[in-house]
């Protein structure tokens, strides 16, 4: 059996290993007078936890091309520090110091955009399952869970039967297909971002070139 990811909260000196699946939440370099830079960065687990990570200057051609802001990752092996200092970008106790023998295992995480349909809604687990289909008409499952599944039923019921709604998922988990099952998505973390209607011009434009893509569609047929 595999074993459970460790969460940011329970963080301490302690535990001597740990194994996190973690999003890069902001990621910036420090330089000192005499020209030493170092790599500074906050880690963001499912729970909406941050922690403080750091790669000095000798490791710091290790982890400059791995390390991308906005990338989400599986993570091993670190030193575990003191969060102290006069300014502290997060209030957790402890930061994380990447050293030689930590290992990273990118994970699959990507924006999705496109019409939603066939929608199941599931109140007493606050989630909603649908469909979202793309200009090449490839359709993709989707599921949506707590804050995102509320934010999605409250602009699907404000719309008419008829009205082409469509979605865009910022940072989207996606589960690979298995047997019948096809490729699904989810939002991930609470980094994730939904959109909807007009909150954006990606979300405008998509919408305008499905209307006049359908609309040829009809005239073909």
Excluded at 139 to 147: E, H, L, P, Q
Excluded at 162 to 181: D, E, N, R
Aim: net charge neutral; charged share 25%.
């Amino acid at each position: 059996m595999a074993r459970k990811f460790d969460l940011i909260k329970d963080i301490d000196e302690k535990k001597e290993t740990l194994k996190l699946a973690v999003r890069v939440k902001d990621l910036w370099f420090v330089q000192n007078r005499d020209t030493n830079r170092h790599m500074e960065f906050i880690l963001l687990d499912q729970k909406g936890d941050m922690i403080p990570a750091m790669v000095k200057k000798e490791d710091i051609d290790l982890w400059e091309e791995k390390l991308v802001e906005g990338h989400t990752y599986i993570m091993h092996n670190f030193k575990i520090m003191k969060n102290q200092g006069q300014f502290r970008v997060c209030d957790h106790p402890y930061k994380l110091l990447f050293i030689g023998a930590t290992t990273i295992k990118e994970q699959p995480i990507s924006n999705i955009i496109g019409v939603v349909d066939n929608v199941r809604c599931n109140p007493q687990s606050k989630n909603v399952v649908f469909h979202i289909r793309d200009l090449s008409f490839v359709v993709i499952g989707c599921t949506f869970w707590d804050s995102y599944y509320f934010k999605f039923m409250s602009n699907w019921r404000g719309e008419p039967v008829s009205f082409v709604v469509v979605v865009m998922l910022t940072q989207a988990k996606i589960k690979s297909s298995s047997g019948w099952w096809p490729v699904s998505i989810s939002n991930s973390w609470n980094g994730s971002k939904l959109f909807m209607g007009d909150e954006c011009s990606e979300l405008v434009r998509f919408k305008e070139q499905w209307i006049q893509y359908t609309f040829l569609e009809l005239l073909s047929s």
